[in-house]
């Protein structure tokens, strides 16, 4: 949860994003749950920094849950944003166009 | 929780007592315009809708026009109709006497506009008269109706304000009142969420089914809804998915079982936590809830807005510290020494808490203060 520093938020255990909670600039070390981060790039407040490397197509999880595919190559320490995250719902829509018309009159 | 307010007929409490001007179509919006300029204490309430509409847009603006005339806050009504719309000011009349104080005009049975306006200005005084001798008594929590939004939305709203709010909306609900959730695009990506939380399996295919309405009605159109969500705002702050923006937004429902999924306008069979089928668009998904019989909207907000209700108290909740010092005048309860200091959520969900009861019983919010009776009548639409 909140650091000591206050400085970013890991909301779940197996987010591989955190929150800055103040801006962050390169060079800055973030510590997550013993983990050192080098940031690599500026982060405003409250956006997202990576604390794992995310290959390309692989999942973006906050929340506990996906939020986003990296459509790029993300390092540790990376601005996680639009940039190099691809919405996942296209991905999803089967799920929503999957029922028959017929269960969807009413 | 306790509050005073006024009962009502039909065994429901309003927080507010309005004296509401209903125009039933476009076309009375005049005459609704000139009664607001001459009584600022009646709610005037204007629209662009009740002319010539498809059936189902036609059916959304009746229920509309009922909902907003029974909710709690309204104290009496006044139906301003021309007289050649679908849903007549006679008829709502019709439907509803006996409910309320209730009155209608139309403008072609009365002979134009000074005709209709001196009745208008003989029922405002004769029922705001009325309504000012009406008393607030005491009630407790079974009686609230509650609605949740978020509009403005930035990393601040699905991490500190609406899981504070959440808190509340358990509250309500673990206390036998009603709490609602709408806005149903902010909620693709966290249905899975959702569906664990209903109360039978038809509930989680009604949930399915309303998501894949919209996400169709867009594919028909060539257009994916995650193009135009989130917001250029939303994005500049922090969110870079619609899937995190609903994982954010739901929160604000906390964890209660969903009994149910209720059309626009639709007032909730009993107590408990509801989803909404409705607009995400703020002032039509406040107007859904006002017309659902909401009495006061909690409304979070990271970027800030200023947007209020011509029915229910509107309830600012913001976490960002750079914008709830900016935008002070338009937030009530300012959140961001969570983010500052790192209060806790519980902290802040405790004046929340107190702040509804303090409306409840008739303290003003900001945006009642300020003015804003912001409005839109909903209707069919994807967003």
Avoid at chain 2, 205 to 213: A, E, G, R, V, Y
Avoid at chain 2, 227 to 253: F, M
Avoid at chain 2, 326 to 349: F, H, P, Y
Wanted: glycine letters at 10%; a neutral charge.
């Amino acid at each position: 949860m909140v650091s000591s520093i206050l400085r970013v938020l890991h909301i779940e255990e197996g987010d591989n994003v955190v929150n800055a909670l103040s801006p962050l600039e390169p060079g800055q070390i973030v510590e997550v749950e013993g983990l050192r981060v080098i940031v690599r790039s500026h982060i405003p407040i409250g956006h997202k920094m990576s604390i794992k490397n995310i290959p390309k197509g692989n999942p973006v999880v906050k929340y506990g849950e996906i939020i986003g595919y990296a459509s790029i190559d993300i390092q540790i320490g990376d601005h996680v944003h639009i940039e190099n995250v691809e919405d996942p719902i296209s991905k999803w829509k089967d799920q929503y166009l999957l029922l028959s018309v017929g269960e969807t009159d009413g | 929780m306790r509050f005073e307010g006024y009962p009502r007929n039909d065994g429901e409490v309003g927080v507010r007592n309005h004296v509401l001007f209903l125009s039933t179509v476009v076309c009375s919006n005049g005459i609704v315009h000139q009664i607001g300029c001459e009584f600022p204490d009646v709610v005037a309430l204007e629209h662009t809708k009740g002319c010539i509409e498809l059936a189902d847009d036609r059916e959304i603006t009746r229920k509309m026009l009922i909902g907003l005339a029974i909710n709690p806050n309204v104290g009496a009504v006044i139906f301003v109709g021309l007289g050649c719309e679908a849903t007549t000011a006679e008829y709502l009349f019709r439907e509803l006497e006996g409910k309320k104080p209730i009155a209608h005009i139309t403008i072609q049975k009365e002979g134009g506009t000074s005709k209709s306006l001196a009745k208008c200005r003989r029922l405002a005084r004769e029922f705001l008269e009325k309504t000012r001798r009406q008393k607030r008594e005491p009630f407790t929590v079974d009686k609230l109706v509650i609605a949740t939004k978020c509009g403005g939305t930035d990393w601040t709203s699905g991490i500190i304000s609406n899981p504070s709010v959440g808190f509340i909306s358990d509250r309500i609900v673990q206390g036998g009142g009603t709490s609602l959730l709408g806005e149903t695009v902010g909620w693709f990506g966290a249905e899975r969420l959702l569906m664990k939380r209903a109360r039978t399996d038809q509930i989680r295919l009604d949930i399915l089914k309303i998501l894949h309405n919209r996400y169709a009605e867009a594919e028909r159109r060539g257009r994916r809804i995650e193009d135009a969500n989130p917001s250029p705002g939303n994005r500049a702050g922090g969110i870079s998915t619609l899937v995190e923006k609903a994982l954010g937004n739901i929160r604000k429902g906390g964890t209660s079982v969903i009994e149910g999924v209720l059309g626009i306008a639709e007032h909730p069979p009993h107590s408990g936590f509801w989803l909404m089928d409705n607009p995400g668009i703020d002032p039509a998904s406040v107007a859904g809830m006002a017309a659902a019989g909401a009495q006061i909207i909690l409304f979070t907000t990271g970027r800030g807005t200023p947007t209020g209700s011509p029915i229910c108290p509107v309830i600012k909740i913001c976490a960002s510290p750079e914008v709830a010092k900016v935008m002070a005048e338009n937030i009530d309860i300012d959140l961001s020494d969570i983010v500052i200091q790192g209060t806790s959520l519980v902290n802040g969900a405790n004046r929340i808490e107190m702040f509804i009861e303090q409306v409840a019983s008739g303290r003003l919010t900001q945006s009642e203060l300020l003015g804003h009776r912001e409005f839109v009548m909903p209707e069919i639409r994807t967003l």
